[in-house]
């Protein structure tokens, strides 16, 4: 059993950490909603009114925030996690965030003798729920080995990516690829469409020929051909554009800082930019079809 402190308790990290806790391990959350809180000790969990009090007994911190802004604040400060945990605390962030934060906070981990994993996901709350996620995870051997114990409960399929930060550098490239492809697909089923052929035959023919791709066969942007999609309960999320637009930001960030073009993924940008003015952030991001087709403005 590990002690393990859990900040974040939201749609992705209550569910995390109620895996945890039915895998037996001893689960101490932390969130600024109450809800959340009592979400987690229905499960089994526990809370604590002082964290820094909890992460001196504690083996394993695991963090679920918003963003880089979000984890800096709880890991960095006199009041942050690193300057209040013991030696041999190992520091596991599993937030989506920009890939300088990532490797400045690990940084200072490091300075100050604690081992840290940026470990971020995919698989959206489904995923969470179900312990299937996937782990990209930066940070050195001897603290990936210490960690994916944990990270094995919560899931289906954990790698290594080597130096810190560059779990997140996997996220958001292959999250930029997956706006990309999905965009592709939404235009090639419109205008397939547009030209009568209908989307379950188009399905049937570029599903099996080369213009396959996870955006197709998994998460299909039209009604039909794949009964799970979202596409198929009004685009409800699943994983939301306004996610894949924080995402796209994120990737654009690190195209700037490292000079380097990705003229699909800005435009990819854009485009999500348009769902978010248009108020249609909420739908999930395969409904960028409705977007491409003219359904909305
Ligand atoms: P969320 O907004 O539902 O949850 C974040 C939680 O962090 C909230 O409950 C909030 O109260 C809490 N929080 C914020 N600041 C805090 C602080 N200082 N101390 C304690 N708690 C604090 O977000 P989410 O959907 O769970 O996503 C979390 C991360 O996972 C994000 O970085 C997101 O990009 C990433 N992610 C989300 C999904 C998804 O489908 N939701 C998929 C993959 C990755």
Not at 130 to 146: I, R, S
Not at 187 to 209: H, K, M, P, V
Not at 213 to 231: F, H, I, L, Q
């Amino acid at each position: 059993m590990t002690k393990v402190s859990f900040i974040g308790l939201g749609n992705m990290g209550l569910p995390m950490a109620k895996n945890l806790v039915r895998a037996g391990h001893d689960v101490t959350g932390f969130d600024l909603v109450e809800g959340q809180l009592t979400e987690l000790v229905k499960s089994g969990g526990k809370v604590s009114e002082n964290l820094n009090d909890t992460l001196k007994n504690s083996e394993v911190v695991i963090t679920m925030l918003p963003s880089g802004k979000h984890v800096k604040s709880v890991y960095l400060g006199e009041e942050g996690i690193i300057k209040n945990s013991p030696a041999g605390l190992l520091l596991i962030d599993s937030s989506t965030i920009d890939v300088e934060s990532a490797r400045e906070v690990e940084e200072v981990a490091n300075k100050s003798n604690l081992k840290m994993l940026d470990a971020p996901v995919s698989g959206g709350v489904t995923g969470a729920e179900a312990g299937t996620l996937t782990f990209m995870v930066g940070g050195d051997e001897e603290a990936f080995e210490k960690g994916k114990e944990l990270l094995d409960i919560m899931g289906g399929n954990v790698i290594h990516a080597g130096q810190a930060g560059n779990g997140q550098v996997a996220k958001i490239c292959n999250n930029m690829l997956l706006a990309i492809s999905m965009i592709g697909t939404s235009e090639a089923f419109n205008l397939a469409e547009r030209l009568g052929l209908d989307s379950q035959t188009f399905y049937d023919i570029s599903s099996t020929a080369s213009g396959q791709c996870w955006s197709m066969t998994s998460y299909c942007p039209v009604p039909g051909p794949v009964p799970t999609s979202p596409a198929n309960n009004n685009y409800k999320p699943g994983f939301s554009s306004a996610l894949m637009l924080k995402d796209l930001r994120l990737s654009q960030e690190a195209s700037k800082i490292t000079n380097t073009e990705t003229p699909l993924g800005a435009h990819s940008t854009e485009v999500y930019e348009k769902m978010e003015k248009g108020g249609y952030d909420n739908l999930d991001f395969s409904g960028v079809i409705k977007l491409i087709s003219g359904e909305l403005k």
